[in-house]
């Protein structure tokens, strides 16, 4: 786009990137509020709210709003949605899982839907051209998949690199592809219990909701916190206003998890405490934040994540469920896949995925993209993951027990 600079640093296959319009093209912006009223982004929005210095100047906002316009909303009025048979009589609401690809291509990429404001986005510096360019490639991302799948937003800092050796261990292990995405969750046993997002909300009432809810280590496990739009204002977190720093549990031992991951995909202990070093070593080598592992910070101080999640709507009722904060079932907008089907403004309101490993790493099912704040690691991802491959398929292969981790990390039983 003519104010986005180059092209994105996120490398991935140019077959899954929507067309880019042509420079100088001025297209009209797509309904959402840019000039309104100010609105309240999180409990902490209004703090500054006179502080204009401080927020991206509206001028600057109007101007992504025209590049996003090639991104385009086609006129739904007559379109072959669900209801629109004439054999139906009177339209029904919208059953769970029931839509029309062609319907939702024309209503567009779903951070844009329901003249959502992209007030939220003040928060990125003006300057700050990556930013920028990893949001294009998320908008366009949904524009490319909006026909049959959702798009949910994962904020993460501290647990990057448990995801990505997860990842390269599923690759190594599984054919697992991690190009575009680390793994958030690696064995299938954790999820005995919790096969289907109906088991999990049982198992909310039933265990959580007394406890710690949605920060129960059983809950943890199996679940992650999400939001459906990359410009969601709440309640609680504010892509924007944690883009660069991440959303983390500060009551977490991320070392001890890791080197528990490396042991329950069968590396005996002493080959797993002696690599765990050689992991985090590399992971300052790339610019990954390795601080939370007692190793290097990433220099640009810019440890967040943003792991775009897209799963298929006919399976969004099975792997999803509309949250409040904490974890609480969000009765209003259940099911979830009926409200994300529709032209809805998804700025606020949150949900809880089942991260079971099996569909996460089927992508005709789910389709994961991560942007990483900082610029450096964004780039150098893709090798930072060979490399982690290598290392840790040669300590499998020194040891002998390949059949063994792949047995471990499939396994339906812990």
Not at 322 to 327: D, F, H, R, V
Request: glycine share 8%; with cysteine.
């Amino acid at each position: 786009f003519g104010c986005m600079g180059k092209p994105s640093l996120v490398d991935r296959p140019r077959c899954e990137m929507a067309p880019r319009p042509r420079r100088g093209m001025r297209r009209p912006w797509l309904g959402g509020a840019l000039e309104d009223a100010p609105q309240c982004d999180t409990e902490s929005e209004a703090e500054a709210a006179d502080d204009v210095d401080t927020r991206r100047p509206l001028r600057v906002l109007a101007a992504v709003s025209r590049a996003l316009g090639s991104l385009g909303r086609g006129a739904v009025a007559g379109a072959d949605g669900p209801g629109d048979d004439p054999d139906r009589g009177d339209a029904a609401p919208m059953a769970a899982a029931s839509y029309s690809a062609v319907h939702q291509r024309q209503l567009g990429p779903q951070s844009l839907r329901g003249g959502a404001s992209m007030r939220t986005l003040r928060h990125i510096p003006a300057d700050d051209k990556h930013a920028w360019e990893c949001f294009s490639d998320m908008w366009r991302n949904e524009a490319l998949f909006s026909g049959d799948f959702v798009s949910f937003y994962h904020s993460y800092s501290s647990a990057a690199l448990i995801y990505e050796v997860q990842a390269a261990l599923a690759t190594v292990l599984a054919d697992f592809d991690s190009r575009n995405a680390p793994l958030p969750r690696l064995f299938a046993g954790d999820f005995a219990d919790t096969p289907d997002v109906a088991s999990l909300v049982e198992r909310f009432s039933a265990d959580f909701a007394g406890h710690k809810r949605d920060h129960d280590e059983g809950f943890r496990k199996v679940a992650l916190s999400a939001v459906c739009s990359c410009a969601a204002r709440g309640p609680e977190l504010s892509v924007a206003k944690v883009w660069h720093r991440g959303y983390t549990c500060k009551d977490v031992k991320f070392s001890g998890i890791l080197r528990d991951v490396l042991v329950r995909s069968g590396f005996p202990e002493a080959v797993a405490s002696a690599l765990l070093p050689a992991i985090v070593a590399l992971a300052g080598e790339t610019g990954l934040d390795a601080a939370p592992f007692g190793g290097q910070p990433c220099l640009s101080g810019n440890a967040g994540h943003l792991l775009q999640i897209f799963v298929r709507r006919d399976l969004v009722d099975e792997l999803a469920y509309a949250s409040l904060p904490y974890g609480v079932l969000d009765e209003e907008r259940m099911p979830l896949s009926s409200w994300l089907n529709g032209d809805n403004n998804f700025n606020f309101g949150q949900a809880r995925l089942l991260a079971s490993p099996d569909v996460f790493m089927d992508q005709s099912r789910v389709r994961m993209h991560v942007f990483s704040a900082d610029p450096t690691f964004n780039l150098k991802r893709r090798s930072f993951q060979r490399r982690l491959q290598r290392m840790l398929s040669k300590e499998i292969n020194a040891h002998g027990f390949r059949h063994e981790a792949t047995k471990l990390i499939r396994a339906k039983q812990v």
